[in-house]
């Protein structure tokens, strides 16, 4: 058996489905680049049948990444593996991922057949897959809770259609280690063919054992985990990327096991999975929280400083956490600016240098010098539109102060005309939101408002990110700059260029119904 345990990422899939608001297919790109520079060993890019959004970022996903294999869900159902083949297509080498429930309430409440009738569409389904495709995953759904007799038989009977990986997943986080560690360790004494396929796991957090379930079972001979970073995923989440491979890394003594990620790339990705997301890692997190290498006790800070390795089994340089400090000013070059982005991890193809450039230019005048956290928030904003706007955002301003009412005058270029408009509010803001809503004309409800600082200082770049909602659906925005009004505006602008597509995009629909 290998020592070797292959890293599943489903960010993609199993982490994105769980988002209020869907992502682009460009922001799926970028992740699913920022996975392959980490050296993840499978990105499973997304579920292709189930929009045409999701078929054609994994379509993308499998054009563009060179390093690690992409991977497509399908159910067991004949449309969902051909569907998940084409879209796969553009790979020279694929995974098609295919799953049924076998638990005793799935089988019987949900899909309301008999244990025969769910192992010949299982066997079906890898033997369809395995049409297109050498390699091939099937799941096991609801593992957890499924009977161990019933559960060997499944997985003997889809290794033998031609599984080369079958995935045990505890769906809804229900397991605990010693039980999760225990049905891994009967497959293995039970099953006569299991050596001819990787086992995997995939554990859910609902009681806040994903991570110990994982663990468990690599100690059993599990040698794939799918996980997601900073542990995203339908409700409480899934197995932490970050988390299973620091353990595997730091106690190598007690696993013997090993993996291929680059750990240095870590908190950078997840850093960008927090952004695109618009999900917050808590400053506890484990690995990448803001307090996961802080000390505040006196006790432990005189420790640390006698030496590091008293309170501290990782540095934080080996996940890497950002502690060089770059001293940037608006007299750099271009050259200077795009030596450092290399050397932050980042490729030509993930900005533009002379937009960034500009941008670079404008901070170093307004804050004097520049750091590293201040470039990667420069990236970020760089690439927040997936295509020419709409609607941009070309003027801005606002009166306000105490006692006296918020007015704003705002001049938005729509599809190349300049359109200005005034309006008042509750606050700065509110004036600038009602005078944007004026040009548009869009029925739109602002349900999020979140400000965040991605750097530090008095001259902080303030992020805001808002959720709004239009015709039942949820559009996510976000807007970067040291004025968070004009971050505020940004922000709105975005999420409604992204209305714009929608409505593009269902016209088009509309279109070829008839």
Known sequence: MSNNVLIFDTTLRDGEQALSA?????????????????????????????SPGDFESVKTIAGTIKKCRVCGLSRAVPEDIDVCAEALKPAKDYRIHTFIATSTIHVE????????????????????????????????????????DYLCRMVERAIDAGATTVNIPDTVGYTIPSEYGAIIASLFNRVPNIDKAVISVHCHD?????????????????????CAVNGIGERAGNCSL?????????????????????????????QLVSQLCNMPVQPNKAIVG??????????????????????????????????????????????????????????????????????FLKLADHKGRVYDYDLDALVFFSNLQDEPEHFSLEYLSVHS?????????????????????????????DAVY??????VAYDVVLKEYKITAKSEGKDALGQVDV????????????????????????????????????????????????
């Open 22 to 50: 869907s992502l682009s297919v460009k922001s799926k790109l970028r992740i699913a680049r920022a996975l392959e520079r980490m050296g993840v060993d499978i990105i499973e890019a997304g579920f292709p049948v189930s």
């Open 109 to 148: 409440d949900k899909l309301r057949k008999s244990r025969d009738q769910v192992l010949d569409m299982a066997v079906k389904a890898v033997e369809r897959a395995r049409r297109f495709t050498d390699d091939v995953e099937f799941s096991c759904e609801d593992a957890g809770r499924t009977p161990i």
């Open 206 to 226: 609902d009681l806040g054992l994903a991570v110990a379930n994982s663990i468990a079972a690599v100690q059993q001979g599990a040698r794939q985990i799918e």
């Open 242 to 270: 970050e988390e299973v491979v620091m353990i595997i890394n730091t106690r190598k003594d007690l696993l013997g096991v090993t993996n291929n990620i680059d750990t240095r790339e870590i908190y950078r990705t997840s």
């Open 290 to 359: 803001g307090n996961a290498f802080s000390h505040s006790s006196g006790i432990h800070q005189d420790g640390v400083l006698k030496s590091q390795k008293t309170y501290e089994i990782m540095t934080p340089e080996s996940v890497g956490v950002p502690s060089t400090v770059l001293n940037l000013t608006s007299r750099s070059g271009r050259h200077v600016v795009k030596h450092r982005l290399e050397a932050l991890g980042y490729s030509d193809e993930e900005y533009n240098l002379d937009e960034l450039y500009g941008e």
């Open 401 to 429: 102060g105490v006692n006296i009412t918020a007015a704003a005058v705002v001049k938005l270029k729509v599809s190349g005309e300049l359109i200005c408009e005034s309006a008042i509010g509750n606050g700065p803001v």
């Open 434 to 439: 009602q005078a944007i809503y004026k040009i």
């Open 467 to 514: 959720m709004v909602g239009h015709k039942g659906k949820l559009y996510h925005g976000m807007g970067l700059s040291t004025d968070i009004i004009e971050s505020s505006a940004r922000a709105l602008v975005h999420a409604l260029n992204y209305i714009y597509r929608a409505q593009l995009v269902e016209k088009e629909k509309e279109k070829q119904a008839i």
